[in-house]
């Protein structure tokens, strides 16, 4: 049978979609990507925003079309819109669906596929299983069959859910309860993944700085690292990479922590979300516009040539103009290397939908949206701009339009032509053009030497 994973929203759940696809072709199942010849169809969901979640129910009706005219087909949703909850709405709305999957537990469609086979089948595919994971010598086959070897880069989730409640978020109702996981699993994944051709990692959370806060007098993101760094040297992993970051959890022995180790990248992703001080206090974020201010300075002055992310929400209840033009002034200030724009909109269950009045008019909000991206692209523009002529480290994630695409250490996008193979490979690339949003490079030409007959002493 062939399968169809069909993935919205974050970084979490590209790693859950993997996951489930690694669980499927243990059962013998094969991916496809073309989800008409699909035995068995999956929606892995995001409620993150309404337009994600308005892609994934318009989704769920065209499957339930083909359910009708095809009833042998296998229909599974995942993810946030199920929820760790039994999602009693959701089987009464989509009779049509099979299986519904919690967030990162593939559990409930493997043993659905499980009571279809026979005795025999099951002990083939487990005698099979212990074929493969021998053949790696440790760790499981993280990766479905389609990506070994082909994936530069991947996501390995170390710390579950989200125990910070902010106003706006519908996480912690979805994800449930913040969980860590063991180092010895986070460590087992990453030794998988680079035995299967894997380059680069990027430590998940939705708050990833509260990993281990969960476990008494356990270790913390800065304690994951070092172990992580040191496995990294062993395997080949070339880069490592962590997010989402809180400010409130962004200590100092962390950011030491990156300075410190050469293979973890000084790249820094901390959502402000608003510059007023008001309109933080209503999404109960725990910190103050200037004090995010002060840890932009720290974290530029104990990691050189850092990048910071930042996620910004405009149009929050209540929020006036003056407010949003604080946030306006914010960014212009600190110049960020990136920040990731959404327009508000309520979510069920959350306090802002439950308390809170949607009172900005939606074109008020995407004008102001407009006026953030347009001050971005210039700010990026005028960053991006002092890589000119320099020579940097790219990783090479693979070709893109007869070109090889790339980032740099602080995830720049850069673009380079170059003879042979350079995919998963590190190469020092001579920045010839820079925009907002990307880079040009080339390798650099060889110095021509000058001939020993000609110099002349003075």
Partial sequence: MQYHIWTLGCQMNVADSQLLASELEKLGHHSTTNSDD????????????????????????????????????????????????????????LPFVDVFMPPSDPAPMVSFLQERMDEADVLELEARARESRDALQDGELILPLHERGQL???HVPVVYGCSHACTFCIIPFRRG??????????????????????????????????????????????????????????????????LTSHPNWMSEKLLETVAELPRVMPHIEAPIQAGDDQVLARMRRGYTADQYRKLVAKIRRIIPQVAIHTDIIVGFPGETREQFMQTY??????????????????????????????D??????????????????????????????????????????????????????????????????LAQVEVTWTGPWSMQARLPQPQKQADPLLVVAG
């Avoid at 200030?333 to 909109?345: F, I, T, V």
């Avoid at 700010?379 to 893109?400: D, R, S, W």
């Fill in 38 to 93: 699909a035995d068995i169809m999956i929606v892995n969901t995001c409620v993150v925003r309404q337009s994600a979640e308005d892609k994934g129910l318009g989704r769920l009706h065209l499957l339930s079309k083909i359910k009708e005219a095809q009833p042998d087909r296998v229909i599974g949703v995942m993810g946030c819109m199920v929820g760790v909850r039994d999602p009693l709405w959701m089987r009464q709305r």
């Fill in 152 to 154: 530069v880069s991947a």
């Fill in 177 to 242: 309860f913040e969980r860590s996981r063991p180092i010895g699993e986070i460590v087992a994944q990453a030794r998988s993944l680079a035995m299967q051709g894997v380059k680069e990692i990027t430590l998940l959370g939705q708050i990833v700085d509260r990993y281990g806060k969960d476990i008494p007098d356990g270790p913390d993101l800065a304690d994951l690292l070092r172990v992580v760094h040191s496995v990294a040297e062993e395997v080949g992993l070339e880069r490592i990479r962590f």
């Fill in 329 to 358: 002034r914010v960014l212009e200030e600190l110049k960020l290397d990136k920040a990731h724009l959404a327009r508000y909109s309520p979510r069920p269950q959350t306090v802002s939908q439950r308390r809170m009045e949607d």
């Fill in 360 to 425: 900005v008019p939606e074109a008020e909000k995407r004008e102001r949206h407009k006026l953030l991206e347009e001050l971005q692209a210039r700010v990026v523009a005028e960053i991006n701009a002092q890589y000119l002529g320099q020579t940097v480290e790219v990783l090479v994630e693979g070709k893109h339009k007869g070109r090889w695409r790339a980032r740099s250490p602080q995830n720049k996008l850069v673009f380079f032509e170059a003879e042979g193979d350079w995919k998963g490979r």
